[in-house]
Structures are given as C-alpha cells and as structure tokens.
C-alpha cells in the first residue's frame, strides 16, 4: 500500500506571495492532517479534515488555510507568505477522525517551504 | 495549555547500549501515546505507541514504560545500533471531536556511536 504523498517537495517563494500544497493521504483514509514543523517551535498542529470537514483548527491565523476533496486528497493554502512561513510542512494520513480510539496517523515526507 | 515536555535534548548513546528519552504531559484527558521516529529530509515515521491502561509495551528492541499517576513516559532502546541515529519524537492525544490532533515534545537528537 502506498504511503502518504506530498507535492512538491520543495518550494521557495517571496513574502507576500501565495502557496498551495498537496497531500495524498493512504488508499483507504479518510483524515488527513496538516502540521508545521520548525527548529524553533517543532512540530505544530494546524487543522484536520474528515471527509471534507475541517475538525480541528490548531493556533494559526486565518492566512492558513485547507480543503479536502471527495476523494480524500487535501490541498493546505497560506496566503500573503511571511518569512517566518518558511517551515517543513507535513502532511498525515489515519483511518478515522482524529480523537477515536486504535487511530494512528502516518505521516509524508512533507514540503520544505521556504519565504524570501 | 496542553504541552508534552521532552528530555534530553540531544543523547549520545555507544553502539549497545540502551538510550532513555524520558517525556511528560500535563493534561490527564491525553490517552495515546506514540513515539515517532525521523530521518533528516524525512516526515516522522510512527515507532510505537501506548494507552494508559497498561505501564509498558514492548515491540522488538523499542520499549515504552508509561506512569499515569507521575503522568510520565519514556522510550527505551535496547541495544542501540548506529542505524537508530534519529530524532525522536513523543506524542500525545486526546479523546473527543475537538482533539487537537497530537502534541508533540521537541525532539531528542539522538547519535550511537559506533
């Protein structure tokens, strides 16, 4: 079974610039998360989705935002890029909505973002 | 606020060996704890993982203790090869629709020496 994909890989961008990233999440789950990870603050929760939902919102402001398609794969888009953007930003994949018992999430390589 | 405090830092372990890497959490809702393990230009990669109903589980030379009442939990590496060079990661959720996905510890950069 393939494990979770995310696109691109690397992206560099200047501030005030906008940026889409994507995740496949695991043939069969139906949650994925979004978290940004940094040396400074390590790895943060920003949102969830469930069937095309958004669950669960982490502390970010409003320029962090994400959908969900029908089938499964997400989409996280950060509007008006600041240098302190520049992050790792991973995407996971699980079964079943974040909070149920026996639900594990899997993680992808993630997406190196990097603000100008 | 939820927090998952981790330590030490960075650890540096001889081939053999067994590494520690102790974690604690402040919020008695949290009822998974999983540790994962990451590769430099790689996503976390789930390790092992364990509920408060039981103080300890086992998976091959990886071992999690877990105190409720001390609300404390550590990883345990048994014969630690150079191959387990990493950073590792301690997490913890909690139960209910408004989870907050897992919070993290910051990490412990770990090195066996050869």
């Known amino acids: 079974k393939a494990g979770v994909t995310q696109t691109p890989r690397y992206l560099i961008k200047t501030r005030g610039q906008q940026v889409t990233l994507s995740c496949s999440p695991i043939?069969?789950?139906?949650?994925v998360s979004w978290y940004q990870q940094t040396p400074g603050q390590g790895l943060q929760f920003l949102f969830e989705?469930?069937?095309?939902?958004?669950?669960n919102k982490g502390n970010f402001p409003g320029r962090f935002s994400g959908r969900q398609f029908s089938n499964s794969r997400s989409e996280m888009n950060v509007s008006t890029l600041e240098l302190g953007d520049s992050a790792l930003y991973l995407c996971?994949?699980?079964?079943?909505?974040?909070?149920?018992?026996?639900?594990?999430?899997?993680f992808g390589p993630g997406t190196r973002l990097t603000v100008l | 606020q939820q927090q998952v405090k981790q330590s030490p830092q960075s650890l540096i372990v001889q081939k053999g060996g067994i590494s520690i890497i102790n974690c604690a959490y402040e919020?008695?809702?949290?009822?998974?704890f999983p540790w994962y393990q990451q590769f430099p230009g790689k996503g976390p990669a789930l390790l092992i993982a364990?509920?408060?109903?039981?103080s300890e589980k086992k998976e091959g030379r990886f071992t999690i203790s877990f105190n409720k009442s001390a609300k404390q939990f550590s990883l345990h590496i048994m014969d630690s090869q150079p191959g387990d060079s990493a950073t590792y990661f301690c997490?913890?959720?909690?139960?209910?629709?408004?989870?907050?996905?897992?919070?993290f510890g910051k990490g412990t950069h770990l090195i066996i020496q050869p």
């Open positions: 996971a994949s699980s079964p079943l909505p974040l909070g149920l018992p026996l639900n594990e999430q899997f």
């Open positions: 043939s069969g789950h139906r949650s």
């Open positions: 989705y469930f069937s095309e939902t958004q669950r």
């Open positions: 919020n008695t809702a949290f009822d998974y």
């Open positions: 364990i509920r408060p109903d039981v």
């Open positions: 997490a913890a959720s909690g139960p209910g629709g408004g989870a907050d996905g897992l919070t």
